[in-house]
C-alpha cells in the first residue's frame, strides 16, 4: 500500500520517507526538472509527456492556478450563500419575535358565516398603558388598557378596491359574551359604549378578542383577522417613512390637546400642510378639543385622512425589500394580531396582497349615525345596506368588486331590477316637490343675498323656510346640505335642486350648523351660478343622490378616497 493511501488511526503515524543520500522526488522535481510517473520512477527531462525542458514546471504551475481560482471562486460563493441566508433568518427571526398575538380561545363561537369573497379586517388602535406607550401619553402604566378607535378594513376579491369603515368609540352597542382572564365568559351587555368592550377583563393590554366579537355580532362580517397598533407602535412607523403629511385649518395649542391646562400653552402645530412623525403624529390623530366641533367624529375624520396619507406614502416609496424590511420591523415592532397573522411570512404576505389596490379605489367612510344624548347611536337601516354592500363585495359607487362580471354591478336578488326611466319619461321629468319639507339656509361664502336668495327658490317648490342666516365658515367650495335623524329623504330632495351637493347626516358638521333639521349650506358653486339647477329636477351627475349605488347617501357623501389631499375637506377639522 502506498503511504498516501494510509489513513491515521489512534496512535498510528504516516511513516516518513527512508533517508538516503539523495532528495526526495519532490526535491528532484524542483532542482532537475525530473517528473514522478506516480509510481515513485522520475522520468528524465525531455521524456514523453515531459515535453520541452521546463514546460512541465510551466503547465504544473498553470494547473494549480486554475484550479486554486475555481476553489476561491467556490469558497466566495458559499460564503456569500451562507450570508444571505444567515441574513434572510435574522431578520425573519426579528420581525417574528416582534410580533404578540392574542389566543383564539376568546373568540366566540357564534360567529357569522365566512364569505367566499372579499376579506375584513378589524384595526384597534389601543392606547394601551404597557410597554413604553405610557411615555407616549398612553396614562398610567396600573391602568386599564382602551381601544382609543377602530374601522373594519374590507378587501374585496377583486384586489383592486378597499374600503375602511370607521365605528366611533361612542357608539352605543350590544357586547357580546366575552371571554376574562380567569376563563370565565361575561353576559351580553346591551346599549354599551362599543370602546368598552376592549377593556373587559380589565388587564393592561386589553381584550382585543371581545371587541372582534362585537365587531362581527354589529356587523354580521366574519372578521378573518384582528390588528392591534398601539402608540408606540404608531410612533415608530410614521418615523420610519420619513413623515406624514397632515394639514391643520387652524393654529393648534398645546390646551387644545389637553383641556385640562389652565393656560393656552406652546404651538403644537402651525395652520397649513406639514409632515408629522413620532410624538407629533401621535398628537394630530389625537387631538378632538379645540379644532373644529370638538367631537370624536371631527377625530375620526382626521384619522382617516392620516391613514389615507400614510397609506399614500408607502406606496410611493415603493414595495422593495430595502423599504419594506425597515416599516415591517416598526410595524411589527407593536403590534398585537390575531393567530392568523402571528408570523412573519404571514403577515407579510397578507400586506404584498394589498400592493394592487389603486389609492382612489380606496375610501375611508365611518358607520352612518346619530347622536343619542351625549352618545352615538347606529342609524338603521341605513348601516345594515352598508354592511349587506360589503358582504356582496359592492362598492360604495355601485361597483362589483367580486373579480366577476368583469366589473358590471352584480344583480340584487332580494329585489327585481327596474329600468332607469329614459329622459322624456314622466319619472324623469318629475319636478321637485318641498311639500312637508323645512330648511334652513346659510350662506357659506362671502356673496352677499345668497342666502335669501336660495330661500325664494326653496319656497317656489314648496318647501318651507325656516329662516336664512351666515355660516360659521365663509370658505364652502361646493353646497353641504346637512340632515337630521329620519330625515334623509328630504335632504335627498333638497340636493336635487343644487349642482354637486353633497348630503351627510347631522354630527361632525361645521360649526354653528343646527344639529337636528335639514341645513343648506351654501357654496362658492352655487354662488357662481345659482341658477344652474339640474334640469327638470332631476339629479345632476355630480349629486350623491344620482349615485348608481345601493349605499346609503350618508355613506357615499362622507367617502374619502385615498389619493385626496391633506388639505381636502377641511370641514371637519
Request: hydrophobic share 35%; aromatic share 4%.
Amino acid at each position: 500500500m502506498k503511504t498516501s493511501d494510509r489513513t491515521t488511526s489512534g496512535n498510528d503515524r504516516i511513516p516518513r520517507p527512508a533517508r538516503s543520500g539523495k532528495k526526495s522526488s519532490a526535491r528532484s522535481h524542483t532542482s532537475h526538472g525530473a517528473a514522478d510517473d506516480g509510481a515513485g520512477r522520475r522520468s528524465a527531462p525531455g521524456a514523453a509527456g515531459g515535453g520541452h525542458h521546463g514546460t512541465g514546471r510551466v503547465s504544473a504551475r498553470r494547473s494549480h492556478r486554475k484550479r486554486s481560482h475555481v476553489r476561491v471562486v467556490l469558497a466566495i460563493t458559499v460564503a456569500l450563500l451562507v450570508l444571505v441566508t444567515a441574513g434572510a433568518g435574522w431578520v425573519y427571526l426579528r420581525l417574528n419575535g416582534n410580533i404578540n398575538s392574542f389566543g383564539s380561545d376568546g373568540i366566540s363561537a357564534d360567529r357569522p358565516t365566512g364569505s367566499t369573497k372579499g376579506e375584513n379586517v378589524l384595526v384597534i388602535g389601543s392606547d394601551t398603558r404597557t410597554g413604553g406607550n405610557s411615555a407616549l401619553g398612553g396614562g398610567d402604566k396600573n391602568d386599564v388598557g382602551r381601544s382609543d378607535t377602530a374601522f373594519v378594513l374590507h378587501v374585496y376579491a377583486d384586489h383592486e378596491h378597499a374600503i375602511a369603515v370607521s365605528i366611533p368609540r361612542d357608539t352605543l352597542v350590544t357586547i357580546p359574551s366575552c371571554k376574562l382572564p380567569g376563563g370565565s365568559w361575561t353576559e351580553p351587555q346591551a346599549n354599551t359604549m362599543f370602546n368598552a368592550a376592549y377593556s373587559v377583563g380589565r388587564t393592561a393590554k386589553g381584550n382585543p378578542a371581545c371587541t372582534q366579537n362585537t365587531v362581527e355580532k354589529l356587523t354580521g362580517l366574519r372578521i378573518d383577522h384582528t390588528v392591534v397598533v398601539d402608540f408606540e407602535g404608531f410612533s415608530r412607523l410614521t418615523g420610519v417613512v420619513g413623515g406624514v403629511q397632515v394639514c391643520l385649518p387652524q393654529n393648534i395649542y398645546q390646551r387644545d390637546l389637553d383641556p385640562n391646562r389652565a393656560t393656552r400653552g406652546g404651538l403644537l402645530f402651525a395652520k397649513g400642510k406639514q409632515s408629522v412623525s413620532g410624538q407629533k403624529a401621535l398628537d394630530y390623530v389625537r387631538i378632538r378639543h379645540g379644532i373644529g366641533d370638538g367631537s370624536d367624529i371631527g377625530r375620526i375624520k382626521r384619522q382617516q385622512a392620516f391613514v389615507s396619507s400614510l397609506i399614500k406614502k408607502v406606496k410611493e416609496e415603493g414595495f422593495t425589500p430595502t423599504k419594506l424590511l425597515p416599516l415591517a420591523d416598526a410595524a411589527t415592532h407593536s403590534l398585537t394580531v390575531d393567530p392568523g397573522l402571528s408570523t412573519a411570512d404571514k403577515l407579510l404576505s397578507f400586506v404584498m396582497s394589498l400592493k394592487s389596490i389603486d389609492l382612489h379605489n380606496t375610501k375611508f367612510v365611518t358607520v352612518p349615525w346619530r347622536y343619542e344624548g351625549a352618545r352615538v347611536a347606529i342609524v338603521e337601516p341605513d348601516a345594515n345596506d352598508l354592511w349587506s354592500e360589503l358582504r356582496n363585495d359592492r362598492t360604495i359607487d355601485g361597483k362589483d368588486a367580486s373579480g366577476k362580471n368583469g366589473g358590471r354591478r352584480a344583480a340584487t336578488p332580494s329585489a327585481p331590477a327596474t329600468p332607469s326611466a329614459p329622459p322624456s319619461s314622466p319619472i324623469a321629468e318629475q319636478p321637485v316637490s318641498g311639500t312637508g319639507i323645512a330648511v334652513t339656509v346659510q350662506n357659506g361664502t362671502t356673496v352677499r343675498g345668497l342666502a335669501a336668495r336660495a330661500a325664494q327658490t326653496l319656497r317656489d317648490h314648496g318647501f318651507t323656510v325656516n329662516g336664512t342666516a351666515t355660516a360659521g365658515a365663509q370658505d364652502h367650495t361646493s353646497t353641504l346640505i346637512t340632515y337630521g335623524p329620519g330625515l334623509r329623504a328630504g335632504a335627498e330632495t333638497l340636493a336635487r335642486l343644487f349642482v354637486g351637493a353633497t348630503v351627510q347626516q347631522a354630527g361632525g358638521v361645521p360649526s354653528g350648523s343646527p344639529a337636528t333639521g335639514i341645513t343648506v349650506t351654501l357654496g362658492q358653486v352655487y354662488a357662481d351660478n345659482p341658477s344652474a339647477t339640474p334640469s327638470s329636477g332631476r339629479p345632476s351627475p355630480s349629486s350623491p343622490a344620482s349615485a348608481s349605488s345601493s349605499a346609503p347617501a350618508s355613506v357615499t357623501s362622507g367617502a374619502r378616497s385615498g389619493d385626496d389631499g391633506p388639505c381636502s375637506d377641511l370641514s371637519y377639522g
